[in-house]
């Protein structure tokens, strides 16, 4: 008689051939397992790439221009790509952005951008 311990759980096996059967077993449900979590894994990863704009600006971001460590953004929280202008020291500019947080330029180069219109 023999003992295998398997899974927290000590288990009194007759013969070899159970022993080898708990044993396969046990591989079959760990890669069943392995083969879930890397299933749950990969569509967490997938929903995460498709947020919208509204969790961004709920992830700590505000709704259109601010700065984060001389680097200015624009976050745009609605559902549609807007025009914006983008106040620059060396001459102002215009740009169609995503929904979502774009990167528009340094801070002390860029110190400015606010909605224009749809695009």
Same mark, same amino acid.
Request: glycine share 6%.
């Given at each position: =008689?023999? @003992?295998l311990r398997a899974d927290f759980a000590v288990? /009194?096996? +007759?013969?070899? =051939?159970q022993v080898s059967y708990? *044993? *396969?077993l046990g591989v079959i449900v760990? =890669? +069943?397992l392995l083969s %879930? %979590? @890397?299933v749950l894994c990969a569509s967490a990863i997938g929903l995460a790439g #498709? %947020? /919208? %704009?509204a969790e961004s600006a709920m992830a700590g971001h505000p709704?259109?221009?601010f700065v984060i460590n001389n680097n200015a953004y624009y976050n745009h929280c609605g559902p549609s790509n807007v025009l914006v202008h983008i106040e620059k020291v060396f001459g102002d500019d215009e740009e169609c952005l995503p929904p979502?947080? #774009?990167p528009i330029g340094l801070q002390p180069w860029t110190y400015g951008a606010y909605y224009v219109r749809p695009c």
């Open positions: =008689m023999k @003992l288990v /009194n096996f +007759r013969d070899e =051939m708990v *044993k *396969k760990s =890669m +069943r %879930a %979590a @890397l #498709t %947020a /919208n %704009a709704c259109g221009y979502g947080v #774009t």
